[in-house]
């Protein structure tokens, strides 16, 4: 465990630091000076009389930022609560994280938003931006007041977990949002074509009798979205995308300069739909787990720039919710607090993706498609940093596990690469 007592001014030095825009990670010292990274140099030491906190053996990477969240507070907070969630961040080395609307009050209100943001305030454990809803009460049909919802604070406009299916609605949306300069995220699912599904249509659909989900619920609603975004030029960000069809959409739609970005989930980069032959409701997600040859092709997507970033979809739900037969149960899994272990584990050991572009695509790349203030150990920017040691071993398990809700698939799962602690604004919390 790491000791440190918090100070104004000082330097660490002796990590291995992993900096967006860089290719390996290497030795180097930052100075903190009030809450901001004042410099860093690319030496394993420096010479000061200010105090010092050396981490040699460390990875330092900036604070991970996670732009799809679900903290379910107000309103479901047997699930989650914000500070319960924000501190299963934390202990997976994010520095900040969006929360997303589908509470209870949706956040279709300022008054939800200022309400999210004191809540916050008073648990102290990361940075938070709040997602308000496009639509009032998520109900696909009348749009919200964005104006006053920016006003409030909210970063972003999301219905995730739900489709706005009528495309007039998406369209007028994008056109408000787009004078705000607000990004529109798009939970990209039409809901006719998936209709009583419960998992990825196709082999193992069949295998084990569950109504599928066909790709192309999610394509035609990433192509419908994508066309919109042409038509106005407003910011789309694609959430959860999951498959080979996704991907082929967003590529083309890049070429031809339509504003449109898009993030993978952890589960969605290592799990596959055939994991599911034991009808375990953790493994039971929306957009469901795809097909191995969809699994690879999101990676190769993140690796070319396609896909923008990572995003969790930290999504709780209770025992009692998912112990149930798999068509009832919610779906969702949790993620905050593996998901750089897993995909450390499962990608970077494996040598599938450097740890460096895993860092910038948690980092740098998320904290650019929401345009916020994080991701970076630049001069000047919050001094929000991870602490990492990749060697070691852990298990994750219910006596480890911050949240609330345990409906995760790695529970009992040894991972390699575990976050020792986090500086948000200089401020050190250790998580071990
Ligand atoms: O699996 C999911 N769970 N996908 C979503 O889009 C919503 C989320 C939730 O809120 O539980």
Redesign the pocket.
Known sequence: MIKWKNRSEFWITGAEIAAPGRKKPAPGCIHLKRGIIEELVWKKSVETDLPVLELDGYLLTPGFVDIHT?LREPGYEEKETIATGTSAAIAGGFTTVAC?A?TDPVVDDPSVVRYILDRNEQAGNCRLYVIAAVTRNLEGRDINEFGLLREAGAAALSD??KYIANARVMRSALEYAGMLELPVIS?CEEISLSAEGLMNEGYYSTKLGLAGIPAETEETAVYRDVALAGLTGSRLHV??ASTAGTVEIIRRAKERQIPVTAEVTPHHLTMDDSMLQDYDRNLK???PLRSREDVDIMLDALSSGVIDCIST?H?P?NEIDKEVEFDLA????IGLQTAFALLNTELVETGKLGIAQLVALMTESPARVLGIPAGTLDKGAPADLAVIDPDEQWVYDRENNRSISSNSPLIGRKLTGRVQGVFVGGKWTSTV
């Open positions: 679900h997303m589908n995730d977990g939970h959430a959860h997600v929306n957009p979809d999504a739900h919610p779906p969702g899994m």
